[in-house]
């Protein structure tokens, strides 16, 4: 069990698209473990692997106490419009409306490996784009308009300085018990 550190906008990897998964090795079942101990201490619903400085083509979530993992996702269905407010682990204090699809269906695989599809809509529907955008080099601000982007940015500017490293270094400290990798994630 080990917490992670956050990278902030700035941090080139947030620009970097993923390398595919293509074996399940303890090290990645580790990596997981340690992405959702870190999502729980920064109190988010989703992380993805480049917030937390990797490669590897993958996020988890936790929505409506549904953990998930996502290994490899593709979005199948996008059906709809629904405009929400969203925020970042890596852009902390930064919130703004995004337009999403109201409904996706998305294939991934679980961590041993398997596929399986999840119908997302409301907060998971939104979560599962916003951390397949990380996947791809997206923020959720590119998704916002120009004078949108704008004032978010200045306030991005301002917090920003709070992260001169662009990384997020959560305190230790009250951290939830062991769990194993398998344990902690549920798949529909
Ligand atoms: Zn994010």
């Known amino acids: 069990m080990a917490l992670l550190d956050i990278h902030v906008l700035g941090s080139p990897i947030l620009r970097q698209d993923t390398e595919r998964v293509e074996q399940i090795t303890p090290a990645l079942r580790r990596l997981v473990d340690d992405m959702f101990d870190t999502?729980?201490?920064?109190?988010?619903?989703?992380l993805a692997a480049p917030q937390v400085g990797r490669r590897?083509?993958?996020?988890v979530?936790?929505?409506?106490?549904?953990?998930?993992?996502?290994?490899?996702?593709e979005i199948l269905v996008k059906e709809g419009s629904v405009r929400g407010e969203e925020g970042c682990l890596s852009m902390p204090e930064v919130y703004a409306d995004v337009n999403r699809f109201a409904r996706v269906v998305v294939r991934a695989q679980d961590i041993d490996g398997t596929w399986y599809e999840v119908?997302?809509?409301?907060?998971?529907?939104?979560?599962?784009?916003?951390?397949?955008?990380h996947l791809h080099g997206?923020?959720?601000t590119d998704r916002l308009s120009l004078l949108k982007r704008r004032a978010a940015m200045r306030e991005w500017d301002?917090?920003?300085?709070?992260?001169?490293?662009?990384?997020?270094?959560?305190?230790?400290?009250?951290?939830?018990a062991e769990r194993d990798a398998t344990s902690s994630i549920t798949t529909p």
Do not use: S, W
Request: glycine fraction near 8%; charged fraction near 35%; proline fraction near 6%.
């Open 61 to 73: 979530l936790e929505v409506d106490d549904t953990r998930l993992v996502v290994i490899n996702p």
């Open 119 to 133: 119908e997302g809509h409301d907060l998971l529907g939104r979560c599962l784009q916003h951390e397949i955008d």
């Open 138 to 140: 997206r923020m959720f």
């Open 158 to 176: 301002y917090e920003k300085a709070k992260y001169p490293k662009l990384l997020r270094v959560l305190p230790v400290g009250d951290l939830p």
């Open 56 to 59: 590897e083509r993958l996020a």
């Open 39 to 46: 999502m729980d201490k920064a109190k988010g619903i989703g």
